[in-house]
């Protein structure tokens, strides 16, 4: 209310699955009223894969995650010596860089069920943290940090990062966020076009959780 200043009548979006199976799933959209909490519409999203989401087609994962200073929970600036560390170890997929030296990516390597990536990541994550533990270090993900700076972000010195510095300025040092991407395997063209726009029908549900989701 532009009179008030005060915003009125807030409602927010979330989900969760619903009677999963090995072979399909239901996901349940639940728009919320923002003051109360009540669940005041449902939109049920049938006919999704089920547990094995992944089964029969190549599948992998990549979780960009936040390296944060112990003691204060801040961006800390040691990807570099974690990775140089990590490179002494032998750790499944790949931990790579990322944009600024406050983040790392992990990469399953190509899996053909759920199964096998949750294996891997839980592999890496205990590997990662151990090393993470040695150079008083925490690992954690999901959007974007709450409080850090981004002027103190310091950019990874390799050569893909100082070209995305060059083109983008300071923006660069922006892009200091933590996200998961999932990659499916088709058999053939055809079917990629067929569940691109299977999906199309549910971008506005996909967008509406994005824009709730905390801290992003």
């Known amino acids: 209310n532009p ?8 409602k927010v979006w979330t989900s ?17 009223n923002g003051d109360t909490g009540v669940v005041e519409d449902t939109i049920p999203i049938g006919g999704l894969m089920g547990k094995n989401f992944i089964s029969g087609m190549l599948g992998g994962i990549e979780l960009e995650l936040q390296l944060v200073r ?3 929970r ?7 010596d974690l990775i140089a560390r990590l490179a002494k170890k032998k750790v499944p997929g790949e931990v790579k860089p990322e944009v600024t030296l406050s983040m790392i990516e992990l990469n399953s390597s190509i899996q ?4 096998g990536v949750l294996s891997e990541l839980e592999a890496q994550r205990a590997v990662v943290c151990e090393a993470a533990g040695m150079l008083n270090l925490g690992i954690c993900g999901g959007g974007a940090h709450p409080f850090h ?14 070209a995305v510095t060059q083109r983008y300025g300071y923006l660069a040092k922006q892009f200091t966020v933590f996200g998961q991407h999932i990659h499916l395997g088709c058999a053939s063209g055809d079917e990629a076009v067929y569940l691109v726009h299977m999906l199309t029908r549910y971008m506005p549900h996909f967008i509406a959780l994005s824009a709730a989701s905390p801290y992003y």
Do not use: M
């Not at 969760?16 to 919320?32: H, I, K, P, S, Y």
């Not at 103190?152 to 390799?158: C, I, K, M, T």
């Open 112 to 115: 053909t069920s759920f199964k």
């Open 70 to 72: 112990a003691h204060d």
């Open 3 to 10: 009179a008030t200043c005060v915003i009125e009548n807030q």
């Open 74 to 80: 801040d961006l800390a600036h040691e990807a570099g």
């Open 16 to 32: 969760g699955a619903n009677n999963c199976t090995d072979t399909a799933c239901q996901v349940d959209v639940l728009r919320l």
């Open 149 to 162: 700076d981004w002027s103190e972000r310091r950019v990874y010195p390799a050569e893909r990062f100082k």
